[in-house]
């Protein structure tokens, strides 16, 4: 393998504590030297004079849609879009055709990633079999295979006598349920935040308590038997409250948000923008500053994206009838650099921590920093120059994505997954 020196870069390792101006050597696929003037020789030199470089990023919410929907996305188009956004490992969630619910599919995810080579490919399992909420799944068949957590995102696991069993079977192998917290009665059928703009456009709204009373419902459970919860997508004021109090119960509980959720609110959807359209909906200005304040003082532990392509046929339809879910690998760098460091919620450190050291540690694998030693999976982008999203660029098969025309700052320039450039601009 080749060896990389990435020159005089701001250095950014939270696990390290090192925010500042340093030189790091990666050879033989591992960080062999961080420090000021390495001179050792290397068969490429980066010039990152000006750049940011920082642990790879980690996305542990994302739809790739292998196997039964690759005309929407599939994980090689996946991994060439998270290696163009910095993120070099990923999560994939389940609700598949078929639904990731056995040892072959969990094996077969996993080895597509391989054979694409652009980020670390990993996948959850399901809770239920088929995704039914019915039947356990094999908890400890998929563990074995690497599955990195179970879910049935997409869908809530609606028993919670099921919930239960899932908590106490997946906390004797260590990894997280990861939850889909909804509760689909009070959804009834809507279409969006129940609000202001739902009134406007006529459009029958989702409560926010259909997420947040779900949210309470599983931590209280996870609390009770001392599971492993981490709740997706967390939108609300009231779900954010909810595992606030449980972390400081003590409760084995993480969550993570989506940029949209800080960057956008229900006011994208004015006008019927599908692409705006999204599961749990885009909520008012008050729970897009709970979702900063829950960033800020440590309720939220990450910044995943639930990327979830569509094609565009699907989406250009009427509103309600449209499915949920919008892009994001390659703009949420840059989301969250803009909304969140550079109007001073978050420090930079702060947001590699969320975006690389903490879903490393969600899921338990020893990635998310610089340290030597290490897998040299590492970012560098750039915060100063102001570009403009053109989702004409995008690597993802499908470009569903509301930020088309958007200023923003934090533009990745070069991925490197296990010593090698994957991605350069």
Do not use: W
Not at 50 to 55: F, K, N, S, W, Y
């Amino acid at each position: 393998m080749s060896s990389i020196l990435i020159k005089g870069g701001h250095v950014v390792d939270p696990a390290n504590n090192i925010d500042k101006t340093l030189d790091v050597f990666v050879k033989d696929g591992v960080i062999c030297a961080v420090g000021e003037n390495i001179a050792e020789a290397a068969d490429e030199v980066i010039d990152a004079g000006g750049l940011t470089v920082a642990p790879g990023l980690i996305d542990l919410h994302v739809h790739f849609r292998e196997p039964g929907y690759e005309y929407k996305e599939d994980i090689e188009s996946g991994s060439r879009a998270a290696a163009r956004g910095g993120v070099t490992t990923v999560v994939c969630m389940p609700n598949t055709n078929p639904p990731i619910d056995s040892r072959a599919l969990v094996e077969y995810v996993m080895n597509r990633g391989k054979e694409a080579g652009l980020t670390n490919v990993l996948t959850c399992g399901c809770i239920t079999k088929g995704q039914q909420g019915k039947e356990l799944s094999e908890i400890g068949e998929l563990c074995e295979a690497g599955a990195a957590g179970i879910s049935d995102d997409g869908r809530p696991v609606i028993s919670s006598s099921l919930m239960l069993r899932a908590l106490e079977y997946s906390k004797m192998f260590g990894i997280p349920v990861m939850s889909h917290s909804e509760d689909l009665d009070l959804v009834d059928g809507g279409a969006m935040n129940d609000g202001y703009m739902s009134t406007y456009l006529g459009l029958k709204g989702i409560p926010k308590c259909a997420e947040s009373a779900a949210v309470a419902r599983d931590v209280l459970i996870a609390e009770e038997c001392g599971g492993i919860l981490h709740v997706c997508h967390v939108s609300t004021a009231g779900s954010i409250d909810a595992v606030r109090r449980a972390k400081q119960r003590g409760a084995r509980i993480t969550c993570e948000t989506a940029p949209h959720y800080f960057s956008l609110t229900e006011k994208a959807v004015d006008g019927f923008n599908t692409n705006a359209k999204m599961n749990p909906p885009l909520r008012d200005e008050s729970d897009a500053e709970a979702v900063k304040e829950g960033l800020r003082d440590g309720t939220i532990d990450a910044i995943a994206t639930d990327h979830a392509p569509h094609d565009r046929d699907e989406k250009e339809i009427e509103f309600a009838l449209a499915p949920n879910g919008i892009v994001g690998l390659e703009t949420s760098l840059a989301l969250s650099y803009t909304n969140l460091v550079m109007s001073g919620v978050l420090t930079l450190p702060q947001l590699i921590e969320k975006m690389s050291l903490n879903p490393a540690r969600i899921i338990n694998i020893d990635k998310g920093t610089l340290g030597v030693g290490k897998a040299a999976d590492i970012v560098i982008f750039e915060t100063e120059n102001e570009f403009t999203v053109n989702t004409d660029e995008f690597a993802s098969k499908n470009s569903n994505c509301p930020y088309d025309g958007m200023k923003l700052r934090g533009r990745v320039n070069t991925t490197i997954l296990g010593g090698k450039i994957v991605y350069q601009r």
